[in-house]
Every structure is written in structure tokens, then in C-alpha cells.
Nanobody, 127 residues
């Protein structure tokens, strides 16, 4: 069983930056692909970014490409989401997720592929 705890959310002005962190429990973090998803009020959860277990693979939603960067530190069991040039439409609850079956590629854009989820952290961007 893996527990994921997100942090780093908050209120920021448009154009500002935030860095989200997701700390994972357990000794096998380095085996998991990790993803970030978000859900805005009244909308479905959507893919934001993913990073493979080796960190050689990353993928981003078109809406955040060039502004957000996903990274991981396996020594700290932590995955990060650096968010720059934030826009009001980035406002959402952000969730991190872990995928434990060595999936690879575009399938990691699918929330159902992930096995474990954090509780979420709120990001609010004021205009």
C-alpha cells in the first residue's frame, strides 16, 4: 500500500509560480510512474503531467506544456510539479497519483491507470 500526501498549493496571482510536492510512503517509490491530475469545480478530473519510473519519460497536457515541469527525487520519495506562468484557468484541486504496474507511454494520461491517489491540494489563481 502506498500513501501519497500533496503539499504546496495555495493562492497566487496570475503569472506567478507554485511548486507542488507529493511525498510517498513505502520503499518502492522508484518503481512507480507518477502523475499529476487536476479537477476544477463542476469539471471532470483531467490529466496534467506524468513521469515514468525512470524519469526518462515525461508527458504533459497541451494546456500546461511549456509552463509546468514534473520531476522526481527517488531518494526523497517525492514527485514535484513546478508551475510557472499560472493562469486563472489553472485553478483546481491537484492530485498526485502512483502507477504500480510499469505502464509506459500515453496510457499514463488516463486516470484509471493509476493505483494510488493523494487527497489533493488546492491551487487558486487570481486574475
Amino acid at each position: 500500500q502506498v500513501q501519497l500526501v500533496e503539499s504546496g498549493g495555495g493562492l497566487v496571482q496570475a503569472g506567478g509560480s507554485l511548486r507542488l510536492s507529493c511525498a510517498a510512503s513505502g520503499p518502492t517509490f522508484s518503481r512507480y510512474a507518477m502523475g499529476w491530475f487536476r479537477q476544477a469545480p463542476g469539471k471532470e478530473r483531467e490529466f496534467v503531467a506524468t513521469i515514468g519510473w525512470s524519469a526518462a519519460y515525461t508527458d504533459y497536457a497541451d494546456s500546461v506544456k511549456g509552463r509546468f515541469t514534473i520531476s522526481r527525487d527517488n531518494a526523497k520519495n517525492t514527485v514535484y510539479l513546478q508551475m510557472n506562468s499560472l493562469k486563472p484557468e489553472d485553478k483546481a484541486v491537484y492530485y498526485c497519483a502512483a502507477e504500480a504496474t510499469f505502464s509506459w507511454g500515453p496510457v499514463l494520461r488516463t486516470s484509471s491507470e493509476y493505483d494510488y491517489w493523494g487527497q489533493g491540494t488546492q491551487v487558486t489563481v487570481s486574475s
